[in-house]
């Protein structure tokens, strides 16, 4: 650059992205927040989920919402951690989400019959959260490992006894039959790390039939760190864009296409603010 020139920050035509679901109090993520949110900003990530697996997270979830606005959150008992329901939690739960404006969902919250014994448990704290989110109107972020087929007919009797609750079927990893009926369901479904391994054919059958306003992008990171990085760890935010990638492949359709698509749904879905950051990027520019 020579003398004629300076560096000015316009906004940046990169694709934009919102992480639907991540888990930035885990361990690997919590330590080293200042350099993952660098790198989420410079990937063009704008916007956050933060999920939660128990209410007792809340204090630490939101405190980290508290550095960085661009983060939202969700307050929820997750299936595997379905034993600590008690007599208390739903009340709880109900009141950390009106404790704070941006709690956006309840979640994560599902089924997780992958080795479970606890089935008919599950069943019960899972139901008890659709009605909490229902009576506040917001949406459930849901968990479904190895129980799609119950998951869909539980969803199925409540929509008709109690009316329809909007969601998103998070680090989705079920086939195109299942897909299927969680979209006439009315659900959104995210994609995670798993549509990039090699042998999730099925997952990446499912990526390519959902209409593309309801399909959402997330890294559930820590966790499943997408190719590029799989076995690599921590996931972290930055990596959407791996996701994203494969998926908009999958669909070929242009990087910038999905980008607008998956952060239009999500803001629709959480009723997200507009993006808290704009990615700016440093070009020269001619006096
Ligand atoms: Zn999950
Ligand atoms: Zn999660």
């Not at 109090?25 to 990937?43: C, K, M, S, T």
């Not at 606005?69 to 709880?92: N, T």
């Amino acid at each position: 650059m020579n003398s004629s020139e300076t560096l000015v920050t316009v906004a940046a035509s990169k694709p934009m992205w919102v992480d639907t679901h991540v888990h930035l109090n885990f361990d690997g993520l919590q330590e080293n927040l200042d350099v993952i949110a660098h790198n989420w900003r410079q990937a063009g990530v704008v916007r956050l989920v933060h999920s939660c697996v128990e209410p007792s997270e809340f204090a630490a979830i939101r405190a980290i919402a508290d550095r960085f606005p661009e983060i939202s959150f969700a307050v929820g008992l997750h299936p595997l951690d379905a034993d600590k329901w008690d007599a208390g939690s739903a009340q709880q739960i109900l009141g950390l989400a009106e404790s704070d404006q941006r709690v956006v969902a309840i979640g994560e919250m599902g089924l997780d019959f992958f080795k479970a014994e606890n089935r008919d448990h599950q069943v019960k704290v899972f139901i008890a959260q659709l009605e909490i989110a229902q009576r506040l109107d917001i949406p459930v972020i849901i968990h479904c490992r190895d129980a799609a087929a119950e998951m869909a007919e539980i969803m199925r009797s409540f929509w008709q006894s109690q009316g329809a609750v909007k969601g998103v079927m998070h680090c989705w990893s079920g086939t195109p039959e299942e897909t299927q009926w969680f979209l006439d369901l009315g659900l959104y479904v995210s994609f995670s790390g798993i549509v990039t391994f090699k042998s999730a054919v099925q997952v990446q059958e499912s990526a390519r039939m959902v209409p593309s306003d309801r399909i959402l992008v997330e890294t559930d990171c820590p966790f499943l760190s997408p190719v590029p990085k799989r076995g690599e760890r921590p996931n972290q935010p930055a990596y959407v864009c791996y996701v994203a990638e494969q998926v908009a492949q999958l669909r070929q359709v242009a990087l910038e296409s999905l980008a607008i698509e998956t952060t239009a749904n999500a803001c629709h879905l959480f009723k997200l603010p507009l993006p808290a950051i704009q990615p700016s990027v440093q070009v020269p520019q001619l006096l």
